[in-house]
């Protein structure tokens, strides 16, 4: 606790400082602050009266995110802090451990935790680094946002748009905070192992009037894993619908001196058509190989079928999903939207026996558009597991969220 609100007071004089020393321009005029409030209610009831019969937690978290613009020149110069704190509303030793809170079953832990980093930048010609806090949004590490907090990183990273329609990125990351604690430490892989360097390189190509993207990227989790991605999006406008298709094909194979032995080719494919207020979306993927589908443990994987309890990524699980999404704007209700979905997965072993699952999700969210709580929005996720392979599992989440700019 006390090093991580020495790290928030740390970061927070650190935009002061810089921002008051820089040239005066897009330093200050392209800067941007906000503070998001979320509150977070967590029910899942694992149906059996085993050691722990479910995981109930309510939690209050505030996310404060700052980003300046760059300094004048020809090398520009900025700063981005990011401070996060969560607060315990209710929890008990025997229902602790939902994500939530730096907790486990057994002990309800802390009354509150806070984290706090920052990253600084430069800009040169239409290319960006970043060396500090980073939170990537990438195929091949996605930071992951499911809980109070978010996943963060320390690293840095290299953004390269000097070419139209040319997106590339690389770099290197070094440690991991994850979402329920305070700590940096090693990252940490899916399939087991850890280090603390991945690094990843790689891009997108956008032509047919930005309507196909094709991407080749790399990454590698020292001495664990090795992969590579090839994706292809092609959106096609037809009338009054617009058809999509998303393909990924990772290829993950061992790296370095480690007990691990992966050789794994992961098949995901989403479809989508919508025409109005609706969207209809079909996905399957294949998880072929000796072992699961690896990928940096809390992030959000670049899959089909990576949904709100389960991922489908079993050694040699084969998975299907049908989604259907409905806004309610186009019917008069705006800031009303929902949508409902099933994925059943098999093909794989449970021991002797083969092994099946399936999740039904549920999902409404609602929107203010006026009064003094415009933007509050209030979402409901309701989830369904049943499977031989896991406990089997009925989940509530119950999420608020209001935010704000400072700037």
């Given at each position: 606790?006390?090093k991580?609100?020495?790290a928030?007071?740390?970061?927070?004089?650190?935009?002061?400082t810089?921002?008051?020393n820089?040239?005066?321009?897009?330093f200050?005029d392209?800067?941007?602050a906000?503070?998001?409030?979320r509150?977070?209610y967590?029910?899942?009831?694992?149906?059996?009266?085993g050691?722990?019969?479910?995981a109930e937690?309510w939690?209050?978290?505030?996310?404060?995110?700052?980003?300046?613009?760059?300094?004048e020149g020809?090398?520009?110069?900025?700063?981005?802090?990011?401070?996060?704190?969560?607060?315990?509303?209710?929890?008990?030793?025997?229902r602790?451990?939902?994500?939530?809170?730096?907790?486990?079953?057994g002990n309800?832990?802390?009354d509150s935790?806070?984290e706090a980093?920052?990253?600084g930048?430069l800009?040169?010609?239409?290319?960006?680094?970043?060396?500090?806090?980073?939170?990537?949004?990438?195929p091949?590490?996605?930071?992951?946002?499911l809980?109070?907090?978010?996943?963060?990183?320390?690293?840095?990273?290299?953004a390269?748009?000097?070419i139209e329609?040319?997106?590339?990125q690389?770099?290197?990351l070094?440690?991991?905070?994850y979402r329920?604690s305070?700590?940096?430490?090693?990252?940490?892989?899916?399939?087991?192992?850890?280090?603390d360097?991945f690094?990843?390189?790689?891009?997108?190509?956008?032509?047919?009037?930005?309507n196909t993207?094709?991407g080749?990227?790399?990454?590698?989790?020292q001495?664990?894993?090795e992969?590579?991605l090839f994706?292809l999006?092609?959106?096609?406008p037809?009338g009054?619908?617009?058809?999509?298709?998303n393909?990924?094909y990772?290829?993950?194979?061992d790296n370095?001196?480690?007990?691990?032995?992966i050789?794994?080719q992961?098949?995901?494919l989403?479809l989508?058509?919508?025409?109005g207020?609706?969207?209809?979306?079909?996905?399957y993927?294949?998880?072929?190989?000796n072992?699961?589908?690896?990928?940096?443990a809390?992030?959000?994987?670049?899959?089909?079928?990576?949904?709100?309890?389960?991922?489908?990524t079993?050694?040699?699980?084969?998975?299907w999903?049908?989604?259907?999404?409905?806004?309610?704007?186009?019917?008069?209700?705006?800031?009303?939207?929902?949508?409902t979905?099933?994925v059943?997965g098999?093909?794989?072993?449970?021991?002797s026996?083969?092994?099946?699952e399936?999740?039904?999700?549920?999902d409404?969210?609602?929107t203010?558009?006026?009064?003094?709580?415009k933007n509050l929005s209030?979402?409901?996720?309701?989830?369904m597991?049943?499977?031989?392979a896991?406990?089997?599992i009925?989940?509530?989440?119950?999420?608020?969220n209001y935010s704000?700019?400072?700037?």
């Amino acid at each position: 606790m006390k090093k991580s609100t020495l790290a928030c007071a740390i970061a927070l004089a650190l935009t002061g400082t810089v921002a008051a020393n820089a040239q005066a321009g897009d330093f200050v005029d392209d800067a941007s602050a906000s503070l998001q409030l979320r509150n977070f209610y967590f029910n899942r009831d694992f149906r059996d009266p085993g050691a722990q019969s479910k995981a109930e937690e309510w939690a209050q978290g505030f996310i404060f995110k700052a980003e300046s613009g760059f300094t004048e020149g020809f090398i520009g110069f900025g700063v981005d802090v990011y401070a996060g704190l969560g607060v315990k509303l209710d929890s008990a030793d025997e229902r602790a451990g939902s994500g939530l809170l730096p907790n486990g079953y057994g002990n309800e832990g802390p009354d509150s935790y806070s984290e706090a980093t920052a990253a600084g930048k430069l800009r040169l010609s239409k290319s960006v680094l970043k060396v500090g806090g980073l939170m990537p949004k990438l195929p091949v590490v996605s930071s992951g946002d499911l809980r109070l907090l978010p996943q963060e990183f320390t690293g840095a990273s290299l953004a390269v748009n000097e070419i139209e329609d040319l997106d590339l990125q690389g770099g290197q990351l070094r440690e991991v905070n994850y979402r329920n604690s305070t700590n940096s430490e090693d990252i940490r892989a899916t399939v087991g192992g850890s280090a603390d360097r991945f690094n990843y390189l790689g891009g997108n190509y956008s032509f047919n009037s930005g309507n196909t993207k094709v991407g080749l990227w790399g990454a590698e989790l020292q001495d664990v894993y090795e992969q590579t991605l090839f994706n292809l999006i092609h959106n096609q406008p037809i009338g009054d619908w617009m058809l999509g298709a998303n393909l990924a094909y990772f290829d993950t194979g061992d790296n370095g001196r480690q007990s691990l032995d992966i050789d794994h080719q992961m098949k995901s494919l989403m479809l989508s058509a919508a025409t109005g207020a609706h969207t209809l979306r079909l996905g399957y993927q294949h998880s072929d190989g000796n072992t699961a589908f690896p990928y940096l443990a809390e992030t959000d994987p670049y899959i089909a079928n990576y949904v709100q309890i389960l991922d489908f990524t079993r050694a040699d699980e084969q998975s299907w999903q049908a989604r259907y999404d409905i806004n309610f704007a186009s019917l008069g209700v705006p800031g009303l939207s929902a949508f409902t979905r099933y994925v059943k997965g098999d093909n794989f072993r449970v021991g002797s026996s083969e092994g099946s699952e399936w999740e039904r999700d549920l999902d409404v969210s609602y929107t203010l558009q006026s009064g003094p709580l415009k933007n509050l929005s209030v979402r409901w996720r309701n989830a369904m597991v049943r499977s031989n392979a896991t406990r089997d599992i009925d989940e509530n989440r119950l999420i608020l969220n209001y935010s704000f700019a400072l700037q």
